[in-house]
C-alpha cells in the first residue's frame, strides 16, 4: 500500500428539471466519493477543475475544498460531496486534482480521472 493514496469514485446525474436546452443549459450533478487507501491521513485543501464541453469549450474551476469542507481522512475513511455544474452542450466531460496535506507534512495532487456528463441514453 502507498503511503499517500487515494480512490476517487463519481456519479453524475443530468437534471431535466433545472436545464433549459433551447437556451443551451444543460445542468448536471456529480457525487464524488473520496477514499483514503493509503496509510497515512490526509486533509484535502483545495481542488481544481477543468469542465470541457462537446463544442470543446473550457473552464477551470479552482478553490479551497470541496463544498465548504476541507475533510481530513484516515487510512480507510471516505467523504462524498455532491456538487454541479452547467454545459451549454448536452454532453461534456470533466477532469481534474485534489491536493491534499498529509498529517506527516508531505503534499501532493490526487488526479481525478475524466467523467462524462451526459443526458441519459445519449451514449451507446
Not at 21 to 42: Q, S
Not at 79 to 97: D, H, R, V, W
Amino acid at each position: 500500500m502507498a503511503a499517500y493514496d487515494f480512490a476517487i469514485n463519481v456519479r453524475t446525474q443530468y437534471l431535466p428539471e433545472q436545464s433549459k436546452p433551447e437556451r443551451t443549459l444543460h445542468v448536471f450533478t456529480y457525487t464524488i466519493t473520496i477514499k483514503n487507501t493509503g496509510d497515512v491521513p490526509a486533509q484535502l485543501i483545495s481542488r481544481h477543475w477543468v469542465i470541457t464541453d462537446a463544442n470543446g469549450k473550457t473552464q477551470e474551476v479552482r478553490g479551497l475544498g470541496v463544498v465548504g469542507h476541507q475533510p481530513l481522512l484516515k487510512p480507510g475513511e471516505e467523504f462524498e460531496y455532491t456538487s454541479g455544474t452547467q454545459l451549454e452542450t448536452a454532453q461534456g466531460s470533466m477532469t481534474g486534482e485534489y491536493f491534499f496535506v498529509a498529517e506527516d507534512g508531505h503534499r501532493f495532487e490526487v488526479p481525478i480521472p475524466e467523467f462524462v456528463l451526459s443526458l441519459p441514453h445519449a451514449l451507446h
